[in-house]
Structures are given as structure tokens and as C-alpha cells.
């Protein structure tokens, strides 16, 4: 009896003691700044407003502060694992510091768990633009392209990427959908345009 025991807790102790000496993922609490942003502020708000440390992230990203905005995603995700965007933000970032696969698998995974977010499908595209995976990125789109109501800049996105995969009679029709919504916009006319 003692002998099943331990060869059924052994393994089990010791795949314990792998997983905690691999290294942590992000935390709901922090010792450290990221730039103005001091520690207390971010477990401030990771406490209060997770989603108020997600719209600081995304300042951090706009300036081009990619670690930093990592940095926060990550606590926000810590700290509200329920929040979607937290996730989608924290894989967004790390494609765009060139770790595409990881992304790509993350956003998989929040892909297969919210098939009908368009935030995710629109991340896991941009991921695969950035590799040069133009046909799988239309696959990820094509639902939403599909939609009667599918946004402008999202139709704009399907129209270069159909016009990139050789297919301009596709961009042509999404550019066209583009201009019936903005007519005027100097943009999805060039667009159009460069698709003859």
C-alpha cells in the first residue's frame, strides 16, 4: 500500500516542484514602477479598476513603451483574470515584441474560448500580417467579413489583404463595401483605386 502511494505521490510532488520553479506569470502586485507609474498607483488600481490599469497599458503602448505596456497588461490580466481584453492586449504586445508564436497560440486558445469576440479575431489577423500569413489571417477575418455589418476599417483590412493574396475581384467588393458606408474618404478610394 505504501509503495502505490508513493510511486502515485512522487511524480505528482515532483511535477509540483517543476511547475512553481518555472517562472511566474504575471502578478496582481508588484515592487516596481513602470515609468511615472509607481507601484502603489498600479496595485492601486489592479485592486480598484482593472480595467482603468488596462487603459493606462494602452497609453504605455501608444508611446511606444511596449515592455511597459506589457508590464500592466500582464498585472491587469493578474489581477482580473475574467477580462478579455487584458488577455487579448497582453498577446497583442507580445507578437509585436516578436514573440509571434506564443501570441499566436494565446490568441488561439481566447479564440476557441470567445469564438464570436471580434477584438480576438482582429488581434490574432494582425499577428499573422506581421508575419507575412496573409490567406490564414483572411480565414480569421472571414467571419466578420461576412457580417452585413461589419465595420469600415475592418472591410478596409479584408480589401488589402485580398488584393496581397492575388485576389482583386474580393477587394474590389470589400473596398466597395467600404465606400458605400464613407464615399468621400480619400483613403478606401485609393484603396479602391490601387485594386484596378
Not at 511615472?36 to 501608444?62: I, K
Not at 492586449?89 to 508564436?101: E, F, I, K, N, Q
Not at 467579413?145 to 485576389?167: F, I, K, M, Y
Not at 475581384?169 to 483613403?187: C, I, S, V, Y
Request: charged share 20%.
Amino acid at each position: 500500500m505504501n509503495k502505490i502511494l508513493s510511486i502515485r505521490i512522487i511524480p505528482t510532488l515532483l511535477l509540483c516542484l517543476a511547475v512553481s520553479g518555472c517562472g511566474t506569470g504575471p502578478e496582481k502586485r508588484v515592487n516596481t514602477g513602470e515609468g511615472p507609474f509607481s507601484a502603489r498607483a498600479r496595485n492601486t488600481l489592479a485592486s480598484e479598476n482593472p480595467e482603468g490599469l488596462l487603459r493606462v497599458g494602452e497609453g504605455f503602448e501608444r508611446s511606444g513603451n511596449l515592455q511597459g505596456a506589457l508590464n500592466i497588461y500582464g498585472q491587469a490580466m493578474a489581477a482580473a483574470p475574467e477580462l478579455v481584453d487584458a488577455q487579448i492586449a497582453y498577446a497583442r504586445v507580445t507578437g509585436m515584441l516578436g514573440g509571434h508564436d506564443r501570441s499566436i497560440g494565446m490568441l488561439t486558445a481566447l479564440l476557441e474560448a470567445h469564438p464570436a469576440n471580434p477584438s480576438v479575431r482582429t488581434a490574432l489577423a494582425n499577428v499573422n500580417i506581421r508575419m507575412g500569413r496573409f490567406q490564414l489571417a483572411t480565414l480569421v477575418l472571414k467571419p466578420m467579413l461576412e457580417d452585413p455589418l461589419a465595420s469600415t476599417e475592418l472591410l478596409d483590412l479584408g480589401g488589402r489583404l485580398s488584393q496581397v493574396s492575388n485576389q482583386p475581384e474580393k477587394a474590389r467588393q470589400l473596398f466597395g463595401r467600404t465606400l458605400d458606408q464613407h464615399p468621400n474618404e480619400p483613403k478606401y478610394l485609393r484603396h479602391m483605386a490601387l485594386s484596378f
